[in-house]
């Protein structure tokens, strides 16, 4: 698994509409933010941050760049995952969910869908 940068919170917003529209242009992410608290040249900035850290390639165009995403929507994901249970629980998926269902942090329903994912996996197992 190849090594996929580190971005924060407000860049992975930034991205999330990277990864949704791309290839698209400055004014167009500017755009799609309007509603967020970030001015154009804050979200401006960002996407020069993100291409620094090889989240991002851009191409000029005229007289604006546009964005592709060098790191995909998923691959990120894993690895931002990894990296939380690797922080918060040493790794161990386990004790992230226990430590949710003894919190009452899922609903009866998340609970009855984690049951069946797993039954699920025990029964391919026994198939193979």
């Known amino acids: 698994m190849k090594q996929v940068p580190q971005i924060s919170q407000a860049e992975y917003e930034v991205m999330k509409i990277i990864w949704k529209y791309a290839p698209i242009a400055t ?7 309007s509603d967020s608290k970030w001015s154009p040249k804050t979200i401006q900035t960002m996407l020069l941050r993100l291409v620094k ?28 995952s990894h990296r939380f249970l690797d922080r918060l629980y040493d790794g161990a998926l386990g004790s ?9 942090q899922l ?8 049951k069946a994912l797993l039954d699920g996996m025990d029964k391919g197992e026994k198939d193979d």
């Open 107 to 114: 609903s009866e329903e998340e609970i009855q869908s984690l």
């Open 27 to 33: 004014s167009q992410v500017v755009e799609r933010l």
């Open 96 to 104: 992230m969910v226990l430590n949710f269902i003894e919190q009452d």
């Open 53 to 80: 850290k090889g989240a991002l390639a851009n191409e000029k165009q005229g007289r604006s760049f546009v964005y592709t995403p060098l790191v995909g929507a998923e691959e990120y994901r894993l690895q931002a």
